[in-house]
C-alpha cells in the first residue's frame, strides 16, 4: 500500500523535490553557520572532518539504495527470459500429448503469451491481464490433471506436468518481484534523513567559513537528485523510462503462431 502510495508520486516531483529538500538543507545548514560565525570562531578543522564522515556515509546510503534497485530491476529481466524459456518448454511438451489436449492445450498455451506480452502501466488493466492470464493457467491444468490420473507412470505426462508447474511458479514469481520487492520505505525514510542532515553539515561548513556559492550549491543539488531519479526509476516497473523489455515474449508468441501455420 505504501509503495503504491509512493508511485502516485511523478518521477519529475521526485527530482524536484528532492533539488527543493537538498537546497533548503542548505540553505538552513548556512544561515545556521553564519549565525555561529558571528557568535564565536569555528575550528574548520574538525568541522571539515564531520562533514566528509557524513557525505560518505550519504554515498554509503546511496550506494545501498542504487544496490537494491539494480538488484530487483536485473531479477525482472531474468525471469522475462526464464518465463519464456519454461512456456516453450511447455509448448514442445504439449506436442507429445493425445488429441483433443495437444492441439487444445497449445492453444491455450498461444492466448497465454499473449496475455503475458501484454505490459500496461495503469494497475487496473494489469490486474485484469495478470487475472485472465491466472484463468488460463486454471484451464492448462484441467487438462493436464486428467491425464496424469489416467496414467501416473506415464514419462511423458510427468514431463508436461514438470513444465507447467514450472511456468506456473515463474508467472509467480515474476508477480511478487515486480510489485511486491522494492525498495523498503523505511530505507527512503533513511536516505531522506541522511540527505538532509548531510547537506545542511556542507551548508553549515559554508557558513562557517564565510563562504557562498549559489552555482556550488545547484551542481550538488543536480547531482544528487539525478542518483536519487535514476534509482526511483529502476525502482517502479509500471513507470519511468527504464523499463524491462517484454520483446522475448513478444517474439515467442510470432514463433508459436509460425509453428502453427
Known amino acids: 500500500m505504501t509503495e503504491q502510495l509512493f508511485d502516485s508520486v511523478p518521477l519529475w516531483a521526485v527530482f ?4 527543493v529538500i537538498t537546497l533548503l538543507s542548505i540553505r538552513v545548514g548556512f544561515r545556521a553557520g553564519v549565525y555561529r560565525r558571528r557568535q564565536a570562531e569555528e575550528a574548520e578543522g574538525p568541522l571539515g572532518s564531520v562533514v566528509g564522515a557524513m557525505l560518505g556515509l550519504l554515498a554509503f546510503v546511496l550506494a545501498f539504495t542504487f544496490g537494491i534497485a ?3 530491476f536485473d531479477a525482472r529481466k531474468h525471469l522475462v527470459l526464464e518465463e519464456v524459456n519454461a512456456i516453450e518448454t511447455t509448448y514442445l511438451r504439449a506436442g507429445l500429448l493425445p488429441e483433443p489436449q495437444r492441439t487444445e492445450s497449445r492453444r491455450l498455451l498461444r492466448r497465454y503469451v499473449g496475455k503475458r506480452a501484454e505490459f500496461s502501466r495503469d494497475r ?5 491481464g495478470l487475472a485472465e492470464a491466472e484463468a488460463l493457467q486454471a484451464q492448462l491444468w484441467s487438462i493436464a490433471a486428467p491425464l496424469a490420473r489416467a496414467d501416473l507412470n506415464s514419462d511423458i505426462g510427468a514431463l508436461y506436468i514438470e513444465s507447467l508447474n514450472r511456468l506456473i511458479d515463474l508467472h509467480t514469481a515474476r508477480v511478487t518481484v515486480a510489485l511486491q520487492y522494492r525498495v523498503p520505505v523505511i530505507v527512503w525514510i533513511g536516505l531522506l534523513l541522511v540527505t538532509v542532515l548531510s547537506m545542511a553539515g556542507v551548508g553549515y561548513q559554508f557558513g562557517v567559513a564565510g563562504r557562498s556559492s549559489f552555482l556550488i ?7 544528487f537528485s539525478a542518483v536519487v531519479y535514476l534509482i526511483a526509476d529502476l525502482d517502479r ?3 519511468g523510462l527504464l523499463q ?6 513478444l517474439d515467442l508468441g510470432e514463433r ?3 509453428a502453427e501455420r
Open 16 to 19: 524536484v523535490g528532492t533539488m
Open 70 to 72: 539494480s538488484s530487483r
Open 124 to 128: 487496473v488493466k494489469l490486474a485484469q
Open 217 to 223: 550549491h545547484l551542481v550538488l543539488a543536480l547531482t
Open 237 to 239: 516497473p509500471l513507470h
Open 244 to 249: 524491462v523489455s517484454q520483446q522475448p515474449m
Open 256 to 258: 508459436l503462431e509460425r
